[in-house]
C-alpha cells in the first residue's frame, strides 16, 4: 500500500514516465482484432496465457464460423459442438478452459442481459472467465466505460520495474497506479506500457540499463 507521503513523488514520476511513453507509442492501443463487443470478449478470453498475435491468427475462422452470440450458444448445448469449438480455439492453450468459459459466457450475457454486454464493472465481473482485468479492457475499448486500469503481465511486471509499485497481485498494483495515474491517462497507461514491454522492456535478458525509460528516470 502506498503511503500518502509518497504520492507526490511517484506522480511526479509517472509525469515523466507518460511523457516519454505518449513520445513513443502515440497511438497505442489495444492489438486484439474484433469488430463488436462479443468478439472483443471471446478475444480477451483466448488472449489468457497466450500472445495477441496468435489470437489474432486464431479469430478470423473463429468469428466466420460463429458470426454471433447465438451461435456460441448453440455450441455450447452438445457435446459435438463443445468438441468442434474447442478444436477451433486449441492453439491458444488451455482449450478446455476457455472454451466452457466462453461457451457458459455466451450462454450467461443471453439469459441475463438479453445478449448485450453489461455496462458496469459490478455486472462484467458476474460473466463466466471475466476478471477485473478482462472487465477493464472490455468497459474500455467496448463502451469507453473505464472503472481502473487493466492490469496485464505486462503492465504487472513494469509497475514494478519502474518503481511505481512494490505490490504483487494484479489487484493491489491497480490499487497503487489508480492512485498514481490520473484518472484521464487510466485507459492508455495500460496499452502504452504494453507497447513498451513488447518493444523496449522484455522480460527476456537485456541491456535495461539503455531502455528509455530507465534513461529518463535516472
Request: proline share 5%; aromatic share 8%; with cysteine.
Amino acid at each position: 500500500m502506498i503511503k500518502e507521503h509518497d504520492l507526490p513523488r511517484l506522480r511526479a514520476r509517472w509525469r515523466t514516465i507518460a511523457r516519454v511513453l505518449g513520445k513513443l507509442f502515440p497511438h497505442a492501443t489495444i492489438a486484439l482484432r474484433f469488430s463488436n463487443e462479443w468478439e472483443l470478449l471471446v478475444a480477451v478470453q483466448l488472449s489468457a496465457q497466450c500472445t495477441d498475435k496468435k489470437v489474432n491468427e486464431i479469430t478470423p475462422a473463429l468469428f466466420r464460423k460463429y458470426p454471433n452470440l447465438d451461435a456460441y450458444v448453440r455450441a455450447g448445448k452438445t457435446p459435438a459442438g463443445v468438441r468442434e469449438f474447442e478444436r477451433m480455439i486449441k492453439p491458444s492453450g488451455f482449450y478446455h478452459a476457455k472454451a466452457r468459459n466462453i461457451l457458459a459466457a455466451a450462454n450467461y450475457v443471453a439469459e441475463n442481459y438479453r445478449g448485450k454486454l453489461p455496462r458496469t464493472m459490478k455486472e462484467m465481473v458476474t460473466i463466466p472467465g471475466v476478471g477485473r482485468k478482462s472487465a477493464n479492457v472490455i468497459l474500455g475499448n467496448a463502451h469507453g466505460i473505464v472503472e481502473g486500469i487493466a492490469v496485464d503481465t505486462h503492465v504487472m511486471r513494469l509497475a514494478k520495474v519502474l518503481g511505481l509499485t512494490d505490490e504483487r497481485t494484479p489487484e493491489k498494483i491497480e490499487r497503487d497506479l489508480m492512485q498514481i495515474v490520473p484518472r484521464k491517462d487510466w485507459f492508455r497507461a495500460t496499452y502504452m506500457l504494453i507497447d513498451y514491454g513488447r518493444k523496449y522492456c522484455s522480460a527476456r535478458r537485456h541491456d535495461h540499463a539503455h531502455c528509455p525509460l530507465t534513461e529518463a528516470l535516472a
